[in-house]
């Protein structure tokens, strides 16, 4: 069992942000690279030489000439502005033809500001980077937008669509939107096109963030009553509308314009249909092509109808004036973790949609071997002569082959294998149809190759169809060995082993000691480091697991840990997924469509999973390889207790078996190390800082018992049991009781030389505005090592002994890392602390210490939020569920030192109970 101590406190501040500044471009430039949709004005008089005048005049009638030549053709152009529809049908998917369109030319430089046309700006705005529709996904994805159809209304539930209450608007996740737009519409379900179009009024937290990545040009600066954001599919767009003066800068793919005139007369249809033929444009229409980088403007009362050119089409800008139909309740109430059964009810209850496309998939139950049986039996097109065709991996380079993965395993084992000779050993875990084992053997025919797999079809592939070979493969498990190997790799394999911890240490058994030799390579999927996963996330996580039959989902840094748990040391990590640029080239930056399109087998599902989780920087593909030590110091050992294991959704399992912390056997001396002393440091500085006389500058506590015993004193009426808290709770100092029972865990346990104290929220809120601390509690480690966790954005630029992750959930932490976990005021922030406590359960090695000071009455203070107040019983029966024998718990009281008292009032209790 744990040991826990318990008193209880409070940390306080302001939530702040930090807005990017930008250096605007020059005004000047800006408006000198303006085109401007326009009729000519007149010039002011000048004085040039004749000679000017005669070129002039050559120059009109040139003109004139091409304006005659146009007209004839009903049709005209102007070059360097307009690109010809031709020239965009060319580029496009959409059957588009050349209509007839009558287009006004451009023949003056616009004026910006004080222009009365539409005006297109080709220079001077810096569009925000990486909103490609991964990024964007990634940036704002969980935020929640309401679902809108091509006239940019809200869609509403089937059985109430005449209602504007904000329960009745279909809302989704951005990440969803951008999924359903890839929908077409069917006669099956209520969905008619999709547009992602919100503003800064209905959606102002997601609008915030988007405003962190771009400057708003100088000369449209003036355009502030709302931001607008528009998202628009390939083949759709609006039709003529106007509102007040606008400009969107276009971030990603193109944009097809067209502009009226006030007062103009039309009929409204979807712009696009002017591209391909089937609408004929109003009369006196002028239209433009927008190209990521362009900026559009356009003054009050202009009509104008856009069409999306490209699959990823997105702007940002603003509008003057109201907003017109467009004034929905706002979102930034909504919890912005949408589950994924809320998801699943929004598609059903708005669309008919049943999302629970898992009924539309084969499944298998876990079973491997029958995953792959049926993988191979749908398989048709696989030549035995050419293993191109049976490398079942990704594919890789400029030269799109699968073959790649076996130079870097080439490369990567003659860079760390160190022994002469001709006889390699090699192993090949999870062998698949045997195509590394085929090009290794033409590759390095002096290698003695073996391979492992679990399935029957597989293994008659390759001992009945391939050509003649001298490897051998084995039907069994590659936990299952029977003989030593001087080299192991697995390409896409390790991931499906039900217990990776397990297969490293049968490996281990049957790796080469030989000095140089016991080489170990991966190539696989990993989770990505440092992620900080909502619910949605880990969702998307768990049905990836799922559908990929990926058992043993960790990052990097935790394989390696359970690598060098087994006696190997790492070598190498290279991220193949961003040296291949596997999301542009492999992905194109496009989310998949999650419904079959094809096979049913749920192989394919997981693949789609793979590609959505990998454009989100979810999943990374990664090389890593280990090298079995020869030698290993008996200082370098490390107990099973600091091994995660990993279950799929790449957390560590809570019920890990980790060795406890056991007491020093009788008869041995205690431990040696300098005693804690029982006092408060202000943590500036590397050695704790200065020596605090109270716990803040607002409180000085140790007053529990003065206030218990003069509350006895002076009681005026009937004492009432359900009041009545027994003296000895209140008899103590709560540093007094943290310092005597670390001084004890010190001396009686037989603590490891790499043992750690971690200070959870350590660092102090910088978000809020306070100042950042790092050594505050140092002194409590005593002997063992001085460890961080904290949530704050200032932990991640600490030294490699923090952990920047929410305590709620750390998959940072592995299991059992920690003798001593603590923390100060910091659990009442925690927003789930069923979720804090057992995370505090996981990491901390059985017969370790817990130690925490909380809150029972205190002040609201949001740094960045405060959620929880504790009892001495919650906090009790909190720990007692999760296996911890509580030794020591009460109250402490703090009040405020007389010059407090009496010179600051404000919201802080005179009394605070911790």
């Known amino acids: 069992s744990w040991k826990a101590v318990f008193y209880f406190g409070m940390v306080s501040g302001i939530n702040s942000r930090r807005r990017i500044n930008r250096t605007s471009s020059n005004d000047d430039n800006n408006r000198n690279n303006n085109k401007e949709i326009t009729k000519s004005k007149s010039r002011k008089k000048d004085s040039r030489p004749r000679s000017f005048y005669v070129c002039l005049i050559a120059l009109a009638l040139t003109a004139f000439c091409a304006f005659i030549s146009s007209r004839s053709s009903n049709y005209s152009r102007n070059n360097d502005f307009f690109r010809g529809v031709d020239e965009i049908a060319g580029h496009l998917d959409l059957g588009m033809s050349s209509p007839e369109v009558e287009v006004s030319t451009v023949d003056s430089v616009a004026k910006g500001r004080g222009s009365k046309f539409p005006v297109l700006l080709k220079s001077g705005w810096e569009a925000p980077r990486d909103w490609t529709e991964s990024g964007f996904s990634r940036k704002v994805g969980h935020f929640p937008q309401y679902v809108k159809n091509p006239t940019v209304q809200p869609y509403r539930v089937l059985n109430n669509p005449n209602s504007d209450e904000q329960r009745d608007l279909c809302i989704l996740p951005g990440s969803a939107i951008l999924q359903l737009m890839k929908a077409k519409p069917n006669t099956k379900t209520a969905l008619d096109g999709v547009l992602f179009f919100t503003n ?94 362009d900026v559009i403007w356009f003054p009050t009362d202009w009509y104008h109808a856009t069409c999306a050119l490209d699959e990823w089409t997105i702007g940002v800008g603003a509008q003057k004036g109201h907003l017109i139909r467009q004034n929905f309740p706002s979102l930034s109430s909504l919890d912005n973790s949408i589950s994924k059964d809320e998801i699943k009810n929004t598609l059903r209850d708005c669309f008919r949609i049943n999302s629970d496309n898992d009924n539309e998939w084969t499944w298998f139950d876990g079973n491997l071997n029958a995953y792959y049986n049926k993988l191979e039996k749908d398989k048709k097109n696989r030549n035995p002569q050419v293993i191109g065709s049976y490398a079942v991996h990704r594919w890789m380079g400029p030269k799109k082959s699968t073959l790649e993965h076996y130079h870097i395993l080439q490369k990567a084992i003659s860079d760390h294998y160190g022994v002469d000779g001709s006889n390699v050993r090699v192993l090949d875990g999870g062998c698949g149809l045997g195509a590394a084992l085929m090009w290794f053997e033409q590759a390095e ?255 000085c506590c140790n007053k529990g018992l003065e206030w218990f015993d003069s509350m006895e004193k002076n009681r005026n009426v009937r004492k009432e049991s359900y009041l009545q808290l027994p003296r000895e709770l209140f008899q103590h100092h709560y540093v007094d009781i943290f310092a005597r029972r670390l001084n004890k865990f010190y001396r009686e346990m037989a603590l490891d030389s790499k043992g750690r104290f971690l200070d959870i929220g350590g660092t102090g809120s910088t978000a809020s505005g306070m100042t950042q601390v790092t050594s505050k509690f140092q002194h409590f480690a005593g002997p063992l090592e001085y460890w961080i966790l904290d949530s704050d954005i200032g932990a991640k630029s600490l030294n490699d002994r923090t952990l920047h992750c929410d305590i709620d959930h750390c998959p940072e932490s592995g299991d059992c890392l920690f003798d001593v976990t603590f923390s100060h005021t910091v659990l009442e922030h925690a927003k789930r602390p069923w979720k804090t406590f057992d995370t505090i359960s996981r990491i901390t090695k059985p017969g370790g210490l817990t130690l925490h000071l909380v809150p029972f009455s205190y002040q609201y203070h949001a740094t960045p939020e405060d959620h929880w107040r504790f009892s001495h019983t919650a906090v009790q029966t909190l720990l007692e569920d999760r296996n911890f024998t509580v030794w020591d718990v009460g109250y402490d009281l703090c009040t405020k030192p007389p010059h407090v008292l009496e010179n600051k009032i404000d919201e802080h209790y005179d009394i605070i109970w911790l």
């Not at 102002?204 to 040009?217: A, G, I, N, Q, S």
């Not at 217990?499 to 281990?508: A, H, L, M, R, Y």
């Open 445 to 699: 025919p002096k290698w003695e190759l073996t391979g492992h797999t679990i399935s029957e079809e597989q293994h008659r592939w390759i001992t009945e169809k391939l050509p003649s070979h001298r490897f051998e493969v084995k039907l069994q498990s590659y936990n299952d060995l029977d003989k030593e190997y001087d080299v192991m790799y697995s390409i896409e394999a390790l991931i499906h082993s039900p217990n990776v911890t397990e297969t490293f240490i049968e490996w281990s058994k049957h790796l080469s000691s030989n000095n140089g030799a016991g080489v170990v390579a991966i190539i696989d999927d990993f989770l990505a480091e440092n992620l900080d996963l909502n619910a949605t996330d880990k969702e998307e996580v768990e049905t990836f697991a799922k559908s990929w039959v990926a058992n043993s989902l960790v990052t990097p840094k935790q394989l390696t840990q359970i690598a060098e748990s087994v006696g190997w040391e790492f070598v190498e990590n290279r991220d193949l997924g961003k040296e291949y640029q596997v999301n542009s080239r492999n992905y194109h930056n496009t989310m998949p469509n999650l419904s079959p399109d094809g096979s049913t087998h749920q192989g394919f599902l997981g693949g789609k999973w793979r590609q959505r989780l990998m454009l989100r920087n979810i999943l990374t593909y990664n090389l890593l390889v280990f090298r079995k030590k020869t030698t290993i110091r008996r200082d370098e050992t490390r107990q099973l207790t600091d091994v995660p294991e990993a279950n799929v959704d790449g957390i560590f399992k809570t019920e890990s078996e980790c060795l406890p912390i056991l007491p020093l056997p009788n008869g041995n001396e205690p431990s040696q190390f300098k005693e804690i002393t029982p006092r408060l440091m202000s943590g500036l500085g590397a050695d704790g800082g200065k020596k605090m006389d109270c716990i803040s500058g607002w409180y």
């Open 200 to 293: 800064d009024k209905e959606n102002p937290k997601m609008m915030e963030v988007l405003e962190r990545d771009y400057e708003t040009p100088s000369v449209v600066k003036q355009i502030n009553a709302f931001q607008v954001l528009s998202i628009v599919p390939k083949g759709m767009g609006h039709s003529f509308h106007k509102h007040g003066e606008s400009w969107l800068g276009q971030v990603e793919g193109r944009r097809q314009w067209w502009f009226l005139p006030p007062g103009s007369k039309f009929d409204r249809v979807n712009a696009c249909k002017y591209l391909d033929g089937t609408e004929v444009p109003p009369k006196g229409v002028m239209t433009v092509l927008q190209e990521p980088g």
